[in-house]
T-cell receptor, first 112, second 115 residues
Framework: DAKTTQPPSMDCAEGRAANLPCNHS???????VYWYRQIHSQGPQYIIHGLKNNETNEMASLIITEDRKSSTLILPHATLRDTAVYYCIVRGPNFGNEKLTFGTGTRLTIIP | DADVTQTPRNRITKTGKRIMLECSQT?????MYWYRQDPGLGLRLIYYSFDVKDINKGEISDGYSVSRQAQAKFSLSLESAIPNQTALYFC??????????????FGPGTRLTVT
């Protein structure tokens, strides 16, 4: 599985867009980019995933570069409840290996 | 109501005791998972189940056992609890019919302390 690199921490003002980057330069052609977050010891929460096209859902947008070596998770109007650790995970459709590997992630703090 | 529930939410037990953590889901998913989280170590997979007749060991199954009583229920047992099993335990589910199996849905967690 491709490794990911994320900044350890970021701040964002409440109401502004939070842009969280992730580098995955060794990503393979069939590997997806997944984003999860964990709010203070709660269960990790699935946010969004994508393969090559940009994706948007009710929570966030995912922008994947054309070469797929990096991506950005965008929370369009951050609120205090978005303060959490955000994890970028790259996985292929390998049904023999179910493990989700959470790295250290980015600790996002929303500033009032 | 939550889609994935775990009981108990907190538990303190003594070394050597047997303890069971329970997980129920209403998402209708076939796949269920048990993870543990230790500070600074991320989540580690203990066991997972594809359906009621299929149980698989994860990366840290020693000292644990599981039971898949029904599609909606997956229990984790510590046969003889030891202090280094003190951790936050999460149950998760995913849809076996989707190739994107890493879209997993987690329960709220059980904080277990073994004294």
């Amino acid at each position: 599985d491709a490794k990911t690199t994320q900044p350890p921490s970021m701040d964002c003002a409440e109401g502004r867009a939070a842009n969280l980057p992730c580098n995955h330069s060794t990503i393979s052609g069939n590997e997806y980019v997944y984003w999860y977050r964990q709010i203070h010891s709660q269960g990790p929460q699935y946010i969004i995933h994508g393969l090559k096209n940009n994706e948007t859902n009710e929570m966030a947008s995912l922008i994947i570069t054309e070469d797929r070596k990096s991506s950005t998770l965008i929370l369009p109007h951050a609120t205090l409840r978005d303060t959490a650790v955000y994890y970028c995970i790259v996985r292929g459709p390998n049904f023999g290996n179910e493990k989700l590997t959470f790295g250290t992630g980015t600790r996002l703090t929303i500033i009032p | 109501d939550a889609d994935v529930t775990q009981t108990p939410r907190n538990r303190i037990t003594k070394t050597g005791k047997r303890i069971m953590l329970e997980c129920s889901q209403t998402k209708g998913h076939d796949r269920m998972y048990w993870y543990r989280q230790d500070p600074g170590l991320g989540l580690r997979l203990i066991y997972y189940s594809f359906d009621v007749k299929d149980i698989n060991k994860g990366e840290i199954s020693d000292g644990y056992s599981v039971s898949r009583q029904a599609q909606a229920k997956f229990s984790l047992s510590l046969e003889s609890a030891i202090p280094n099993q003190t951790a936050l335990y999460f149950c998760a589910t995913s849809d076996a019919h989707s190739a994107e199996i890493y879209e997993q849905y987690f329960g709220p967690g059980t904080r277990l302390t073994v004294t």
